[in-house]
Every structure is written in C-alpha cells, then in structure tokens.
C-alpha cells in the first residue's frame, strides 16, 4: 500500500515539517510489523527518503530488545563490528538469519545462518547499557550504542597514503546493506554509484543490483584511491571512499552510516570531519564567492587563504577531541588545499555568474553592471604548496585533481588564446621550477587527451610512443595507452549505434535562431533540454527519462537537446551516441541568445513547444516522469 502525503491539504510547516497521523484497521494478531516510509518513486526525483519498522511487539522477535543496534567498540576507536536487528544481522560484511537466541542471566549464545555458513557470537550484558560481544565466550571486548571519543586512540596500520605506492592497475569492490529493504519497496528502492576518471573526468553511472536481504556487492576499476558518489533514497550524493584491490563495507541508513571492511577507518574518519565541516564550509565558502563582485583577485585570494587556515586550525581541534584516521585527515588536509586553489581560479567565473545573476533581476538597462574579466600573472599562484605540484598523493582527492590542474592550465596567467601545449606546459614548468613532477606529466595527459574529448579522434601507436617519452611517470605513461585504446572503443560502438540524430545549426541569429532549431520537428510536441557534457545534473536526468521516451515512442513527440561549445565536440559526441532523440551543438554566441530569449542561466533547463511550432512555456522546471509524462501527453491532445 502507498500513502501519498503532500499536496494541496497536507502542507509542511515553515520549517519543512509535516505533520500527519495514520489510523490502521484492527490488526491481525500474526501481524509483527508495519513498515513504512518515504522513497523516490521517480528515477530523476532528487528528494532523498527513508524506510523503518514499527514493531507491534517489542519482545516478539527472537532477539531481545537489550541486544539490538549498532554496536561500537568503546576502545575510541569507534569501529562498527556488530548490527543487530529485529530482523537481521550485519556481522562480518554479511548479512545473517538468526537461528536461535539462548541465554543463562545475562550471558547470551546467538547462532546465526546463511546459506552455507553458521556463526555464533557471545554476549553479556552491563547494567550501563553496554554489551559485551565476541566469537570466543573466553574473549568478549565492550561496546556500545554511543561513540565513545579518546584522541590518543592508536590502532595497527594506522598510517597514510604513500605517494610511491598510489597508482596501480586494478579493481575494487563496494558492498554493503541498505536500511529497511523490503519486498514491498524492492521495485521503488534503487542504489546507483557514479565515478569520476580523475585523468579524462569522464563520469561513469553503475546500477547496484539489491539482494531480497538488502544486501549488496559491485565490482569495478579503480586505480588509485577515490570517491565514489552513491545516491540511495536516504542521500542523493553521498561520498564514499573506495580503494584499488579492497572491499568497502557500506550500511545506508537515514542517520550516520556505518562501515565494516578495508576502509573503514578512512570513511568514518571522514565521515566525522564532514560531520564537524560541511555546514560551516559550505556557508563560509558561499561567503567568499559572492565577495567576487566587489573584490580584486588579490583581495578574493587573501579571503580564500584566510579561510583555509581557519579550516586547518579546524582540523587540529578536531583531532584533539577524537580520533581519526591518518588517511582521513591526509584527504581532508589536500581536500582543503586543492578546493581552495580551485575557488581562486574560480574567481572571474564567480564574478561573472554573479553579474548575470544580478542583471537578471535588473529592469533598468542603465543600472545593469558590465563584466569585465581581471587577468592575474604567474606570481599571483605562489601560494600553491610544492606537494600539490610535484606529489602524487592529491590523486587521493580525485577528482578534484583533475579539475584543478584543468584549470590551472587553462589560466590567462599561463596560456593565452595563441599557446600551444608546450608552450603552456613550459610556462607552468619554469614559474613553479619544476623538473620531472607529477603535476606536469598530468598536464601532459590532458593536454594529449585533448584530441579525444575536442576532436573526437585518437592516436596511432607511433604518436603514442612520442608522447609516452614526454611523460615521465610510468603509470600516466601507461594510463595515456588504456585511454586511447578505450576511446577508440568508444568511438567504434558509437558509430554503430542508432536512436540519436545529430543536427547542422543554420547561420541564424536572435528570433530566428531558435524558430531554424525546431523548424525540421514542427507537427510534434518539442520537448526541449539545454544541457552539457560538464553539468552535473543533467546526464542523470537524461538517463532518468529514457524508459519515458520508450514507452511514447510512437507518439508525435521530440526530444530535442541543445548544447554548446564549452561542451568539447568528442566529449558531446560520445555522450549522444546514448541520448535517443535530436542534437544541437550552437556556437557559445548562440547559446548567449538563448540564454536571453528563455531568461534562464542554470541548466538543465526544459522548454516544450506545441505542434505549431509556438512555445508554450518557457521553464517547464523539474517535473517527475508521471507529471512529465502527463505535460506531454495533454499537449499531444490538442489540436
């Protein structure tokens, strides 16, 4: 049964509250327990939700309630080692059935069962609430429902990442259990993880099959240490951290999520920080990019570095409250380093988006304000620290890597519209004196990677050579190998692939340009999404409404995307071989137009026009499937 709650008479309060009661029937007597909760029914729905258990009887199912929970060992270091369940146990990265529950006073023999496997764990109760557990009766360590905070907390292999040891041709595997699954919501809950190459920033979406026990197991590459994204009804992007060759142990649940497995220490170290962080920094971070409009670069990147001392003095507090992991805070630390480098060469990108942004609620032409970008030289960047250029080990913050470097070398400072990628790269090697680093050999892959993502074309194995002797470090050197041998891959399947058409832009401007865009589609209902390669939001939407376009395929219905140039052209042309439906790729002076006819600047951004050719509304927003899919067939209704 679904209960939709919302709508015109049930409104939240001003604070996002909704208040409700549920009244049930008399209830069968065999009736144990009612779930209940929230979950997205829609695949492009961003809101996040839950899913929990009443029981009808506390003490009916076989565990007793004093045992139950996520037990903490209380030793400081917080380490999760046992869940247990009204229903289920979550005990060495598996879940268990219980087959029976014994006790004499309050010790506790509870043997559990999977298929083809037993186990049997100990417990003994305090009077403190704590629990005493273990596989050996003769050897039970404490723990507890609550963190138990020591800051000189030490455990063995305590140690950080080694930059020698980083990179490395692999795989890894992400595993866990989400909260309250159900076969009542098996078709609605869905976890999916997306990936982010660090060297090419190509974005990879994988669909995490669930077991009927809620359990779950993927496995994909991973070279290096990074963060995947996993989107679950409790969090619509949750960072987690992975690592080549290990397995990650994840319990999703609506409050503080819990780790078991090879990085456990790193993902709860980290999941401490952010705790402590990320509304702190998130506020302060919007503080200083919206003082972009009224301070020079100068001014804006004292405020940055301002900032992250205070982010480092931060850290140290933290640490001297509660342990974490060493890799945790070596993350945190270049985390800090690299976004901070990042917002500063944000800094003209933030002035203009805040320009349009205030011009936009202008009325008056006069009072609007005039952008004008401020060019910086090379000394500006001395404040980036030796380890960000010639170490590997900010590979660990992946990708926040790959966009630094991007737009370092993208910088006025070091490259004008006329330098050629030696050029660049000699600029950046001469300004921060550097010999064989790794910063420098990253630039040397993306600039080769180039040919790809702009040109939509690939190396012989005689170019590759050329460039292998540029690089010096042995994995990009390899890695340059594997990306052009995958591109070529890519380009190979795409080119047999059908269901996307893409489309030559007519030489036209103002009002004229968008009437040429949908011309060839007139008679069909349009509906049009300006999109990019590089939005973050946009490919999953596209994704999320592809079973739409299946179901009304024979309908006399389009839809059309547009993009522009700061979409590169091999980038765009990969990513459509996979969107079914009709392409633009317009000039960026082109796409200024539209911006202005539509009056929008974020994206993506949905129009829909009738069989006439006429738009009937300019920001269709951010519909579900099932409001989407009823727009769209109440406008192919009319006549």
Not at 2 to 24: C, I
Not at 27 to 42: A, C, H, P, Y
Not at 538 to 549: G, M, N, Q, T, V
Request: aromatic share 12%; charged share 30%; with cysteine.
């Amino acid at each position: 049964m679904g209960v939709e709650l919302g709508g015109e008479n049930n409104k939240t309060s001003d604070y996002g509250e909704l208040f409700y009661s549920l009244y049930f029937p008399k209830l069968d007597t065999n009736v144990k327990v009612i779930s209940f909760g929230e979950v997205k029914t829609d695949e492009a729905a961003a809101d996040t939700g839950f899913i929990d258990h009443i029981l009808i009887d506390e003490d009916s199912p076989m565990l007793p309630k004093a045992l139950r929970g996520d037990w903490l060992l209380t030793d400081g270091g917080n380490r999760w080692d046992y869940g247990f369940h009204y229903d289920k146990a979550i005990v060495d990265r598996a879940v268990w059935n219980y087959k029976s529950v014994t006790n004499k006073g309050k010790q506790y023999t509870i043997t559990l069962e999977r298929p083809g496997a037993l186990k049997t764990v100990y417990a003994e109760l305090h009077k403190d609430g704590q629990v005493d557990f273990g596989t050996n009766p003769k050897v039970l360590k404490t723990y507890s429902l609550e963190k138990t905070h020591n800051p000189n907390y030490t455990f063995e292999n305590d140690v950080p990442y080694a930059a020698e040891s980083l990179l490395k041709v692999s795989s890894t595997t992400y595993s866990g259990v989400i909260k309250g699954y159900t076969e009542a919501v098996k078709d609605k809950v869905k976890i999916k993880i997306v990936t982010q190459d660090c060297f090419t920033l190509k974005v990879d979406f994988h669909k995490v099959e669930i077991n009927d026990d809620g359990s779950f197991s993927i496995e994909f590459p991973a070279n290096y240490p990074q963060t995947i994204l996993v989107m679950s009804p409790y969090e619509s992007q949750q960072e987690v951290y992975v690592e080549p060759g290990k397995e990650t142990f994840h319990f999703i649940t609506d409050k503080e999520d819990l780790f078991m497995g090879d990085v456990a220490a790193l993902n709860t170290g980290f999941q401490e920080i952010k705790l402590e962080f990320r509304h702190k920094d998130n506020i302060e971070d919007l503080k200083i990019v919206r003082s972009s409009i009224k301070k020079s670069p100068e001014e804006y990147k004292l405020e940055s570095l301002i900032f992250k001392d205070k982010q480092y003095k931060a850290l140290e507090a933290l640490k001297k409250k509660q342990f974490i992991s060493k890799k945790a805070l070596q993350v945190k630390q270049i985390k800090i380093e690299l976004i901070s480098l990042i917002r500063i060469l944000n800094y003209n990108r933030s002035k203009k988006m805040l320009i349009d942004e205030l011009n936009e609620k202008e009325k008056n032409e006069a009072n609007k304000l005039e952008y004008k970008a401020s060019n910086v030289d090379a000394a500006f960047f001395d404040f980036v620290p030796e380890e960000i250029l010639n170490s590997r080990l900010p590979i660990v913050v992946s990708p926040w890597l790959g966009f630094a470097t991007k737009k370092l070398s993208e910088n006025s400072a070091f490259k004008n519209e006329n330098s050629t990628d030696k050029e660049l790269e000699n600029n950046i090697k001469t300004h921060f004196e550097l010999t064989n680093s790794f910063m420098l050999d990253f630039i040397r892959f993306q600039n080769a990677y180039k040919k790809f993502l702009n040109n939509y074309d690939t190396y012989t194995d005689a170019e590759i050579i050329k460039l292998q002797q540029e690089i010096k470090d042995p994995f990009i050197s390899e890695y340059l190998v594997t990306a052009n041998n995958k591109a070529k891959a890519y380009i190979k399947e795409n080119n047999i692939k059908t269901g996307y058409n893409i489309n030559t832009v007519k030489k036209a401007a103002g009002e004229d340009l968008f009437e040429s865009l949908i011309k060839p589609f007139k008679g069909k209902v349009i509906h049009v999404d300006f999109w990019a390669t590089w939005c973050g939001q946009c490919i999953p939407k596209i994704k999320a409404i592809e079973p739409l376009k299946e179901e009304m395929k024979d309908d006399a219905i389009v839809f059309l995307y547009i993009t522009n140039e700061r979409s590169p052209e091999g980038q765009w042309k990969d990513a459509v071989s996979n969107i079914r439906g009709e392409h633009y790729r317009v000039t960026n002076d082109q796409w200024e137009s539209l911006l202005t006819k539509f009056n929008f600047r974020g994206i993506p951004h949905y129009v829909l026009v009738n069989k006439k050719g006429a738009v009937v509304n300019t920001d269709l927003g951010h519909p579900t499937i099932k409001q989407l899919k009823t727009i769209l067939e109440e406008e192919i209704a009319k006549e």
